[in-house]
């Protein structure tokens, strides 16, 4: 089955650091990758829509310029949360179809991020 | 009005009982569907999917789509505590997601 595979698992950082979380989907090609965030207790939130070699589409009340996402090929995504605040604690995961619009979701394990 | 609407719960189901878990949509051109669970912690893992009208089976799990009622369901037999989750329903055309519903089986 298709495997999305997310690093790092777990990150602690300092205020004002950034943090880079990659993902990559191990046995197919996306052209498209999701970003979402998920507070404790709280549903899943779209963040943005990585697209491979293309800007990506930020969902609305997500700042582009502090989360910062990168699909340099069709086997990976990066996003980097810059400057990160103690609010920016959350659990981000990534998500890849194998196949057309209407085909599931495949979802990495997740990061939970920490800034302290 | 949410794009896609579920019961927060907790639903709470004794083991070896079914439980039904629903969810209501808005957008009537979707075309796709589908449930994810979700433990504590832990990333959405994809149980099933669903395209056409009717009911779908799948081992203990069964979903079940009524377009012209625009909702989803999903069944799941002889419960065990082992179903204790979030079950997240899941509709696109565009990728959204309900609020999910958490089961609590009941030893």
């Known amino acids: 089955g298709a495997v999305v595979s997310q690093h790092p698992s777990r990150v602690i950082c300092k205020s004002g650091t950034s943090v880079k979380i990659e993902c990559r989907s191990l046995?197919?090609?996306?052209?498209?990758m999701f970003w979402y965030r998920q507070f404790p207790k709280q549903s899943l939130m779209l963040m943005a829509t990585?697209?491979?070699?293309?800007?990506?589409?930020?969902e609305q009340g997500v700042e582009k310029d502090k989360f910062l996402i990168n699909h340099a090929s069709l086997t990976l995504s990066t996003l980097t949360v810059t400057s990160a605040h103690p609010e920016d604690s959350s659990f981000y995961i990534c998500?890849?179809?194998?196949?057309?619009?209407?085909?599931?979701?495949?979802f990495g394990n997740g990061t939970r991020l920490t800034v302290t | 009005q949410k794009e896609v609407e579920q019961n927060s719960g907790p639903l709470s189901v004794p083991e070896g009982a079914i439980a039904s878990l629903n969810c209501t949509y808005s957008d009537r051109g979707s075309q796709s569907f589908f449930w994810y669970r979700q433990y504590s912690g832990k990333s959405p893992e994809l149980i099933m999917f669903?395209?056409?009208?009717g009911d779908k089976e799948d081992g203990r799990f069964t979903a079940q789509l009524n377009k012209a009622s625009q909702y989803v369901s999903l069944l799941i037999r002889d419960s065990q505590p082992s179903d204790s989750a979030t079950y997240l329903c899941a509709v696109w055309q565009k990728v959204t997601f309900g609020t999910g519903t958490k089961l609590q089986v009941i030893p």
């Open positions: 669903i395209y056409s009208n």
């Open positions: 990585s697209n491979e070699g293309s800007k990506a589409t930020y």
């Open positions: 046995d197919f090609q996306a052209t498209t």
């Open positions: 998500s890849a179809r194998d196949g057309g619009e209407g085909s599931p979701l495949h």
